[in-house]
């Protein structure tokens, strides 16, 4: 079984039940999708799609899941952050990544360590615009704030 803080549910106004389990799946897919596409090891998607043939076998298959997916994370990204929210976001990683290395928690010299960072820093983005709507309705109440022809 999975723990309770995983599983916790809450009830909405309307007295549905919402389980947080949406928000660490969603978490889960961005960190694969960040390490699945570029990580230090050398077993991700652009190493794969520059060995070898790439109209060969299941590759194309590949490709195109990746792109669609890419796609669909930088939708997400959008809709839920903006572009200004997503550099905020990025800008709150990096003077976080930069208190660390201040204060010698991180090596910052090392090319591997560099790179996780980038590739967890990513799925934070991701993730963060996955649930950003989620978490603005939570707060304020209020579904949408996209912009009307009234406006």
Known sequence: MLPSFMVNKSKTKNGKEVSYLKGWISLLLAIALAIG???????????????????EGFRPFYILVMIAMWILAIKVIYQGLKWYGALIAAAIIIAFVWGLAQKNLIDTSNINTLGWIADISIALIIWLGMNASIWWKKFTGVYTTDATNED
């Open 37 to 55: 596409t570029w990580n230090p090891t050398g077993h991700h998607f652009i190493h794969y799609l520059f060995t070898g043939n790439p109209l």
